[in-house]
């Protein structure tokens, strides 16, 4: 090629440099084959061909001569570069990458060291591609990312916590390098355990966004069948129950290369085996199982679901897979039993039967063995007392147990009511709750002290008849933060509103327990150097219980309405005593709560709390300590301290929890700089709750380890590639826009006849052609 | 001379017998005075209220004597500005013929007794129109909202412990009761049949009025009534609750 100063043209083109529009280039061209037309009409005449030959000739010429004056050809010289288009070769990095290749390779290679071994084997294939191409070679496993191909051997296993082939392709066909190159194809490595768009399949939408991409995609298949593994793929439940209402759960087990044999599915809660079926894997892989399972108590809690490792399996962590259920209550069941109707009876029965939440079953024995009624049995409206369904079958239904001056003997017919105190102990202890009210058959005046169901009250007996005088309760110091005794906002407020109410009268003497709160008591009256209680409360193992030393209540509701207080007071102790017997997590100073109940391996479990103070203002200043156990073990993972702002609440992060269940337990101390005027300055416990939380062993990469490669040969057919296995060595690929010519610099015209030139020899021509028509003799 | 020593009388037994008995249960009840045990009171008024002295005491003793409810023995009497109003939640007002109107703080006061949570027992001795207008118009002016409606045969009032299907006092005016109600619940009976005269009986032991035309057997009811009206103020609806009705629809077929 000529070299023009010092620029060098590759290439060129013939053009035409004529001003003329192409039209009129076309209706001359025209003109032009007419005019020949037309001479060769007027010699036809002429026999001697050699004669017809020359004119012709001399006709043509001139007319080609004519034409080329006008459309000046020229010569355009160009400066052009070949430049490549772009290959990509897309590696799957994600965690299912790490799982046996299967098939010849057996289970002792993994599908991304197969991949490795691959690509070693063909280097050479490899670098031919980068000569054709521009090749870039990426990792994807939900981000993509460059990668060194030969490195791939020594990499560490591949760990990405999912597998999104159609966003690869998209971010890395749209990634520019200095220019923009089209794409010419790319190739596809991975086992196809795709869990985002195209876990699906290839639908309509995904079709026509891999269209979209220009260029055909060649895919390789990694991994074969031939695994062995049993996973639980997935579990429908509800995120809430109520209790003691019965919940299905369905859950679904994958499974390959498992002949048929039965299977447990087990279902856990803190160790503790809830619910269980034996399934048949009958080689379908898919297989379904449903548990049903009651839930005793409220709150949040983490179970697990699990089946059995099998020998050779191929992937341990899909065996199980937690979740977090949040059990709450639909309504307070409370059971009242009475041992004869009273005015105490009668107030606190309307109190509760016109409360929508609490659902009240009552017995009460309307008639003692030594009643005569003057009757037969068929006038009377008296059923027999059900012992065995309350105290025994259906106790455990009940959210609170009321024995409200209840004598437990005698009755007729043999019925020995103390045989169920073991059951109601267990009951209370098991998470359950127990209220007594007094009267001359309660407590130690009711010889309960030397009963199994003492256990459970926070008081005993304290031997002689109480007094007859009437006489206003005291809140003690315990009383005035106490949720049971909280009539106001402030304790202050609340000790004047118990001072307001009328005097009682009737006091079962009795003495406090270790570890019991004494929340009101008699003024004067002391037992064992102590104010006598009125009213007590403490925890019973998992359960809670009360006592209310007095058969009066009944005056705080219709008494103090007489004296123009209102029944308010009455109904806001009750109500503060049941909310408080059966653990409404309102009430509670302390409040735990997750963002998320069930996390990714890897993510940050954010926990909030917050901290109240007694009369329910915001706990400023509070000290938290959150500790982490492991639901299962009970052992304690980490613990973390904080301190709450000035309305109470903090947010504590724990990064790094392993997969398992977990449960967190925040306490709260107000520090004593905090509190007004309180003797010793010891800082006050505020409370504790507890929260449940899940970590997942397996994200979706493990939930399902068989490869796909019948996706990778749908995406090779969609966009116009070629599948094939890896084991097959270098593929066949498919691609387009081999490479392109761009111009990179200036471009240069030259014509290609001078035109002077081309004058002089049209006037040479024409005349030849006159000469010779006019030596042979035409016109 | 002889000397006759006067025989001890039914009476003086009886007297001695009570006292004893009164003494025993306030022995037994020394722990908790009258606190958990039901008292009746019976209402003064402008009237003629004091023919039924001794009804309210023989009731309590038929209570107690047939069913587990303890009842104080003897009844108290005040009217409705007595501060100690709100001691006793059942009241029982018996007038022969009518009785003057109640002053405002009195009708705000019996008011106020009904709605948080008082019973009255409204019971005419002479069946007669001046009674009848005069309990009308008392509960009028206290609970307006309210007016006195005839208590169906199915009400739990006459299955609180009896099963009740009919009724009369020392005599029939109507076979039926009316009553108040009060946010679903029975708030004041009247009776137009004069239970109070078929319950007294006086010192000796005898009963005071003859009951017509049903006799004993008509005074027997009176008393079931008079029970289940105790048991009402105390169980409210405690038998209309689902466990038990399948034993009452079994007892009443």
Not at chain 1, 63 to 73: D, G, I, R, S
Request: charged share 20%.
């Amino acid at each position: 090629m000529n070299a023009v100063g010092s620029v060098s043209y590759n290439a060129w083109r013939v053009v035409s440099l004529s001003p003329l529009p192409r039209w009129a280039l076309w209706l001359l061209a025209a003109a032009l084959l007419a005019g020949v037309g037309w001479t060769t009409r007027s010699v036809w005449r002429e026999r001697r061909w050699r004669r017809r030959g020359v004119l012709l000739g001399l006709r043509s010429l001139s007319a080609l001569c004519l034409f080329a004056l006008l459309t000046e050809p020229g010569l355009l010289r160009l400066q052009t570069a070949r430049v490549k288009s772009r290959f990509l070769v897309l590696v799957d990095r994600s965690r299912s990458m790490a799982f046996p290749a299967g098939g010849s390779e057996g289970s002792s290679t993994t599908r991304a060291a197969a991949v490795a071994q691959w690509a070693g084997q063909n280097q050479a294939a490899l670098a031919g591609l980068a000569d054709r191409f521009q090749l870039e070679v990426m990792g994807f496993a939900g981000e993509v990312g460059t990668l060194e191909l030969a490195g791939l051997g020594q990499a560490p296993a591949p760990n990405g916590p999912r597998t999104d082939l159609l966003g690869a392709l998209k971010t890395a066909a749209s990634t520019n390098s200095n220019l923009t190159r089209a794409l010419a194809g790319v190739l596809l490595i991975s086992d196809g355990a795709d869990n985002v768009q195209l876990s699906r399949g290839v639908g309509p939408q995904e079709k026509a966004q891999l269209e979209a991409l220009g260029a055909p995609v060649n895919t390789l298949a990694v991994g074969q069948g031939g695994l062995k593994d049993l996973a639980v793929a997935a579990l429908q439940v509800d995120d809430f129950a109520f209790v003691r209402n019965p919940l299905s759960l369905e859950v679904t087990l994958r499974y390959q290369g498992i002949g048929p044999q039965p299977v447990p599915v087990v279902l856990t809660r803190a160790g503790r085996v809830i619910a269980s079926q034996t399934v048949n894997l009958d080689g379908s892989g898919v297989t379904k199982a449903r548990l049903t399972f009651t839930p005793d108590q409220t709150g949040e809690f983490v179970y697990t679901v699990s089946v059995p490792v099998l020998p050779d399996e191929a992937v341990v962590d899909n065996n199980q897979r937690a979740f977090v259920l949040k059990v709450i209550r639909d309504r307070v069941r409370v059971l009242l039993v009475c041992g004869h109707p009273s005015w105490d009876e009668r107030f606190l029965r309307g109190l509760l039967r016109q409360d929508p939440n609490v659902d009240l079953v009552s017995f009460f024995i309307l008639r003692d063995v030594h009643d005569d009624t003057h009757s037969s049995p068929d006038e009377l409206s008296l059923i027999p007392f059900p012992t065995e369904e309350i105290f025994r079958t259906q106790l455990h239904s009940f959210d609170l147990v009321i024995l409200q001056n209840f004598a437990y003997r005698p009755f007729s017919s043999g019925l020995r009511i103390e045989s169920y105190f073991p059951d109601i102990k267990h009951y209370v202890e098991g998470g359950g709750a127990l209220l007594m009210i007094g009267g001359p058959n309660s407590f130690g005046d009711g010889q309960y002290d030397q009963t199994e169901l003492a256990d459970v009250l926070p008081v005993t007996g304290a031997g002689s008849p109480g007094p007859d005088d009437s006489f206003k309760p005291q809140l003690t110091d315990e009383g005035r933060r106490h949720p049971v005794t909280q009539l106001a906002e402030s304790g202050d407020q609340s000790a004047r509103l118990w001072n307001a109410l009328p005097a009682i009268s009737g006091l079962n003497l009795v003495k406090a327990k270790p570890g019991a709160r004494v929340l009101l008591a008699h003024p004067l009256l002391s037992v064992g150097g102590e104010n006598a209680p009125v009213l007590a409360v403490a925890d019973e193992g998992r359960g809670r219980s009360m006592a209310l030393m007095t058969d009066s209540s009944w005056r705080w509701s219709f008494e103090a309405a007489g004296a123009g207080l209102g029944d308010r007071a009455y109904e806001r102790f009750y109500t503060n005593a049941v909310r408080w017997l059966v653990r409404d997590p309102d009430l509670t100073p302390v409040k735990l709560s997750v963002a998320q109940h069930t996390i990714e391996p890897g993510q940050a479990a954010a926990f909030d709390v917050r901290a109240r103070q007694a009369d329910y203002g915001p706990a400023a200043g509070a000290q938290v300590t959150l500790t982490v156990f492991n639901a299962e073990t009970e052992k304690q993972v980490v613990q973390l301290r904080a301190t709450a702002a000035n309305d109470g609440t903090v947010r504590i992060e724990v990064p790094d929890l392993p997969g398992g269940a977990y449960r967190a337990v925040a306490e709260a101390m107000q520090p004593s700089s905090q509190q007004g005027g309180q003797e010793g300055g010891k800082p006050i416990e505020l409370g504790r709750a507890e929260q449940a939380l899940a970590v997942r062993e397996s994200g979706p990469e493990t939930e399902d380890p068989l490869p796909h490669p019948e996706l990778l040969a749908r995406i090779a057919e969609v966009t116009g590639g070629n599948h094939a296995a890896l084991m097959d060595g270098f593929p066949k690929l498919k691609t387009v826009h081999e490479s392109e010519e761009v111009e990179i610099g200036r471009r240069k015209e030259q014509p290609l006849w001078d035109n002077g030139f081309s004058l002089v020899l049209l006037a040479v021509l024409l005349g030849a052609e006159w000469f010779f028509r006019r030596r042979w003799g035409f016109s | 001379m002889r000397v006759v020593s006067s025989p001890v009388t039914r009476r003086d037994l009886l007297r001695w017998g009570a006292l004893g008995l009164a003494s025993f249960w306030a022995r037994r009840a020394r722990a908790f005075g009258d606190s958990s045990k039901i008292t009746f009171a019976q209402l003064e008024v402008e009237g003629k209220f004091g023919s039924r002295a001794h009804a309210l005491r023989r009731l309590a003793f038929e209570i107690m004597e047939r069913t587990s409810l303890e009842v104080t023995p003897l009844p108290r009497q005040l009217d409705l500005s007595n501060p100690d109003l709100f001691d006793t939640p059942f009241l029982y007002l018996s007038c022969d013929g009518g009785f003057a109107p109640f002053t405002e703080r009195d009708s705000a006061t019996l008011r106020r007794f009904l709605a948080y949570g008082g019973f009255l027992l409204a019971d005419s001795v002479d069946g007669g129109e001046a009674f009848d207008g005069a309990i009308r118009r008392e509960l009028a002016r206290a609970v307006p909202e309210a007016p006195l409606q005839r208590i169906p045969g199915e009400h739990v009032l006459y299955k609180a412990f009896y099963l009740i299907d009919h009724q009369g006092g020392r005599q029939i005016v109507a076979p039926y009761l009316e009553g108040v109600v009060l946010g679903g619940r029975l708030t004041a009976v009247y009776s137009r049949n004069d239970l109070g005269g078929a319950w007294s009986r006086d010192d000796r032991g005898d009963w005071e009025f003859e009951v017509v035309p049903g006799g004993e057997q008509q005074r027997e009811g009176a008393f079931r009534l008079g029970v289940n009206l105790a048991m009402y103020a105390t169980c409210l609806d405690y038998k209309d609750d689902q466990v038990h009705l399948p034993f009452i629809l079994k007892r009443r077929r």
